[in-house]
């Protein structure tokens, strides 16, 4: 009798063990931390300068003939600025530097030449189109991604001039998002994200300035993507009077605190803002001041984007699972929760 129940027992599979289904760990929630470090980010540089040699007489380069900046003088102009807003806790270094006597080549293959170039900026003759570079030959030209991948260089930097074809700024890897530009396609082998930045030698410290700005808020808009209402620290950061009524807190890059449109950074109205109430974060008690255009530089852009990123957090802790120096984000998009 034993012997049928055994087997009717195999038959139908009753007191078989079923193996449990495999169910994924839950992520573990960050914990806030008060006493968190504050880390300093120290980002290598790969600085790459398109001046092309305009005279082959003289050898006078296009920021000479120009009269445009020294690219060397925004760099130190640059970084120092970074060092000084970020309160130490952001410091660039200039791994390797490259100056490169040529045009960079648009996506379509088309090269200026000094001629061609000095048309197309004197409007003789309509700049080229697609303007848009070919980051993709810049990535191989320099051997980038093997560079990032070997950990030798962190982001990189590239100067040009009008009609170059450069974003301000673009991330490029694996999962790349958003900063500022769409992400660099075709991409995705490299493992470790980083971001090209784009500047021009005709301009100055100030609009290199903006255009980080721009790569902030992106960065910290990322960062703060899956936070909702008051815990929403950059939603908050970014308030400005036209937009929150009497909630201005520091603005945006182009808003002001009492701005009324974009670059309005010499405006005279006084507005409340609780914009010094972010020297003491995470202590952000709501205190509440009269402002206007005095507080950051009458119009000045350089001296406007100092103001605006010396009230980013910069301190040891954790919020909300968010680091309280929000430079470790800015600097390094590998840190960005996605």
Known sequence: MSFII???KKLFGIGKKTPAPHVDPKPVPLVDNPSEPALITVSRVLLIIYNPIMDSATGEKLSDQSG??????????????ILQTSHGMARYEIAE???VDQFPAKVDGFRYTPSL?????HGVTPPHQPEDVDYHAILNDFNIAERIRNNEIDEVWVFAFPHAGFYESIMVG???FWCNAPPLEQTNHIARQFIMMGFSYERGVGEMLESFGHRL?????KTFAKTRGEANLWERYTRYDKKNPGQAEVGNVHFAPNSERDYDWGNMRLVPSKCDDWLDFPHLRGTTKQVNANEWGNGNIRLHHQWWQERIPHVAGRLNGI???WWQYIMNPNNVER
């Open 68 to 81: 445009w900046q020294d690219p060397d003088d925004l760099v130190v102009g640059f970084s120092a600025d």
């Open 97 to 99: 530097r490259i100056e």
């Open 217 to 221: 808020e992106s960065l910290m808009a």
């Open 323 to 325: 680091h309280n120096n």
């Open 6 to 8: 055994e087997f009717f």
């Open 174 to 176: 694996k999962d790349a």
């Open 117 to 121: 170039y000095l048309d197309a900026l």
